[in-house]
């Protein structure tokens, strides 16, 4: 069972290939494809890096990271 707390910090942001992440706009786009249950079981982080707009192609090493940031 997972907990989050709110309020909680973040002491470092998330980069993806020295880039920062946009944790707001990873959120509601893992929402758009339906949550993250949705877009782990159709394999949809292809799709969520592409539409992040991060300027390197979705390789299963850079939706691994993202899928990684979100989770975290």
Do not use: S
């Amino acid at each position: 069972m997972n907990f989050f707390l709110l309020g909680t910090p973040i002491n470092n942001i998330p980069k993806i290939q020295n880039y920062d992440l946009d944790l707001h706009r990873l959120f509601k786009i893992v929402r758009l494809y339906g949550g993250l249950n949705k877009v782990t079981k159709n394999g949809h982080w292809n799709r969520v890096y592409i539409k992040m707009g991060l300027p390197d192609e979705a390789t299963p090493k850079h939706c691994r990271a993202i899928e990684h940031a979100y989770k975290k």
